[in-house]
């Protein structure tokens, strides 16, 4: 018997699938070791040695494995090729005893070819990798445990500060700040509307310059004269350029790339896309099939495409859209300077499983997201779409030549666009006007708006994910990690689809820049992922690199620490009014979210929830109001609290079910709200009476 030891439950299932009776395939469910909870864990005057200790969750599993291993003759260790999948197989390896070294199996894709291949070539376990893991853990760990009670003494108990997550949080309140200081700047857009005559349509031509020369209008005098100017003039076509232009594919999703369309093409959030991604690499349920793998690695940084993928993207190219969509040489695209290039991009395993052959077997969201992968992948191996394009420039000729542009395009051959539109709408023509030099138009009416200048925009978390990206700031693992932590800590905010920080996150920020200005730098995050990726390709030693990090910083820490300032959020005042001592009350922040606080505290304690009551407690008939828990999921309790201890992570019907007496959540589907018990053996639902279900 061979034993194979994965890291996710649904990935041993799936690989089960394709092995036969002389294997049997174990998931370490994640790490099994880890540095401890509660202690620091590191020896800094020893080469910053980590002190790992096993996860108290994971006694249980490792007795399992560990017998497992007893009665197998061969071990393989199959977590993800990543830096992560590295240590977790370096850290089974030691808690485990197994002492043969080519023992790591590594694969881009879950799929019976790749599996078998792994297995036909073991390996040694990559120490490069294991260390340059290993530099990230102390280095996030140092530095989390030395900043984090720095931010909490000078601004509030319970806060938290990192590597990445602050020189992120940095990026957001810079973007804020930028907006708040800008300016706007008054500018007019002349358009008039020409005809060639009564029988054809308009053109819709934009003012440009007076005699050749560039002009920007700035201010409605400007406006004025121009506009007079041109209506004396005789219209006349002075150039015509005709051309054609190629609109290259995009190249298949890294990540990064992944995560941005997502979100803003599906409107999933971040975290969203992640989890799905996971399901599709590791394997979802097929009726009929069982665990299936649908696409390959979902943590890369590459563009790089395997031969054996572009062969059969073109044939299959080939067969259903036509020859001319192949291009005559397979595209390649180049992976950025700071990318790690160890994997493919992300790519469907096979494109005979079309999105269309799975419509009524995966959930809505899995299908849009291997939807979005699939066609995104294919359109990078197929030809350049084609315009015709068109510029004119059309002059008012009076005592000067007040000129005038009109640009078109006209899509000659679909080529990529018919299996995969960009994210930008392609603005184009049915046809091109057919003008020619020399031709007199008729003007049918001109006017000038009022314009001005916009700030930049608030960061979606696409466009957040895309700047982390260019700024060299984490790696595709982290950018959505990254993300929900912010949130979490309530040191951002979400403003409809925009991040914004919060009060209490540029407090945070401002802190850090004012006494750690060189790690709240773009730079240094950048550079240390350098460092990392030398550590793996084995140019550095790992502990080097801390060390000559640690020392001035430590040093900085403990100034800090003794001689910093501290600073106090603003409480917020709200509208309500305390029903104990009839003062304003103000909005607090604490671990478990905002709350109402009397300012008179301690002479009055009176605190009551913020925000409206969403449905009424079916235990004792108060309020049921919104929180959030430590770790930043959404539940539902009563705010009798501590005398009514009721909690649900739904909104509660306002009272029990009458078939089973237990708790019935509040179902809203296409218009109609249902009360429907949770208790899964009991099939109870009933219109809601409150509700008007018409």
Request: charge should be positive.
């Amino acid at each position: 018997m061979k034993l194979i030891i994965v890291e996710s439950p649904h990935k041993a299932k799936t690989i089960s699938k394709y092995l036969g009776s002389g294997y049997r395939v174990v998931a370490s469910k994640g790490h099994v070791s880890d540095l401890p909870q509660k202690t620091m864990g590191i020896d800094v005057k020893n080469n910053f040695k980590p002190e790992y200790v096993i996860s108290p969750d994971k006694q249980s599993t490792i007795d399992m494995i560990k017998k497992d291993i007893a009665h197998c003759d061969t071990v393989y260790l199959a977590a993800d090729p990543d830096r992560e999948g590295e240590a977790i197989s370096w850290h089974l390896a030691n808690v485990c005893d197994i002492k043969e070294k080519n023992v790591r199996i590594v694969f881009n894709e879950i799929s019976k070819k790749a599996v078998q291949k792994a297995l036909e070539n073991p390996r040694e376990i990559n120490m490069g990798l294991v260390d340059a893991q290993q530099a990230r853990r102390v280095l996030d760990r140092l530095m989390g445990y030395e900043l984090s009670p720095i931010i909490s003494q000078q601004i509030k108990g319970g806060l938290s500060a990192g590597r990445v997550q602050s020189v992120a949080l940095k990026m957001v309140v810079d973007r804020e700040r930028e907006i708040r200081a800008f300016v706007p700047q008054e500018y007019w857009t002349i358009i008039a509307n020409l005809i060639k005559d009564k029988k054809s349509a308009s053109l819709k031509c934009e003012f440009a310059d007076i005699d050749g020369k560039k002009l920007k209008v700035e201010n409605k005098e400007t406006a004025d004269e121009v506009i007079a100017g041109s209506k004396a003039g005789k219209w006349v076509v002075d150039a015509v350029k005709r051309a054609q232009s190629f609109s290259k594919p995009a190249p298949p999703f890294t990540t990064s790339t992944m995560q941005q369309d997502a979100i803003s093409k599906l409107g999933m959030s971040a975290s969203m896309v992640t989890q799905i991604a996971q399901r599709l690499y590791e394997g979802v349920e097929i009726q009929g099939e069982g665990q299936v793998a649908l696409v390959t690695y979902i943590r890369s940084d590459s563009v790089r495409v395997s031969e054996d993928a572009q062969r059969e993207a073109l044939a299959f190219i080939g067969a259903h859209y036509g020859k001319d969509y192949c291009p005559k040489k397979p595209n390649v695209y180049a992976t950025g300077s700071g990318a790690q290039d160890a994997h493919e991009a992300i790519r469907p395993i096979t494109l005979e499983r079309t999105p269309d052959s799975l419509k009524d077997k995966l959930a809505r969201n899995d299908l849009r997201l291997y939807k979005l992968i699939y066609d995104r992948f294919v359109a990078s191996q197929m030809s350049n779409a084609v315009y015709d394009t068109l510029t004119v420039r059309i002059a008012s000729q009076s005592d000067r030549s007040y000129g005038y542009t009109l640009k078109g395009k006209v899509c000659t051959f679909k080529g990529y666009t018919q299996a995969y539109q960009s994210a930008e709408k392609e603005d184009s023509a049915k046809e091109l006007p057919d003008l020619k030099e020399g031709e007199e138009l008729t003007l049918k009416d001109i006017k000038g708006e009022q314009k001005f200048t916009k700030p930049p925009q608030r960061y979606t978390d696409g466009s957040f994910i895309k700047a982390m990206e260019e700024n060299g700031i984490g790696r595709p693992s982290t950018f959505e990690k990254t993300i929900t932590v912010l949130y979490k800590r309530t040191y951002t905010e979400k403003d409809g689809k925009f991040m914004k920080p919060t009060e209490l996150g540029e407090l945070v920020c401002d802190q850090l820049v004012k006494h750690f200005p060189e790690i709240m730098d773009t730079k240094f995050t950048a550079n240390m992922e350098t460092n990392l990726d030398k550590i793996e390709e084995g140019n550095i030693k790992w502990y080097d690199v801390i060390a000559d990090f640690y020392g001035d910083f430590h040093n900085k820490v403990l100034e800090v620490k003794y001689h910093g300032d501290k600073v106090k959020p603003k409480d917020e005042v709200s509208d309500v009014i305390c029903d104990k001592c009839g003062a304003r009350m103000v909005i607090k922040d604490s671990r478990y979210g905002k709350f109402l606080a009397c300012p008179n505290f301690p002479k009055c304690r009176n605190t009551k929830p913020l925000g409206e009551a969403v449905a009424k407690c079916p235990m004792c008939k108060g309020d049921i109001v919104k929180k959030v828990s430590k770790k930043g999921a959404t539940f539902f309790s009563c705010t009798n609290y501590p005398e009514c201890k009721f909690i649900s992570w739904d909104i509660p019907a306002p009272y029990f079910c009458p078939e089973c007496n237990n708790t019935m959540k509040v179902v809203k589907s296409r218009g109609v709200v249902k009360y429907v018990c949770t208790n899964r053996d009991c099939k109870h639902s009933e219109n809601a009476p409150e509700h008007d279900n018409k």
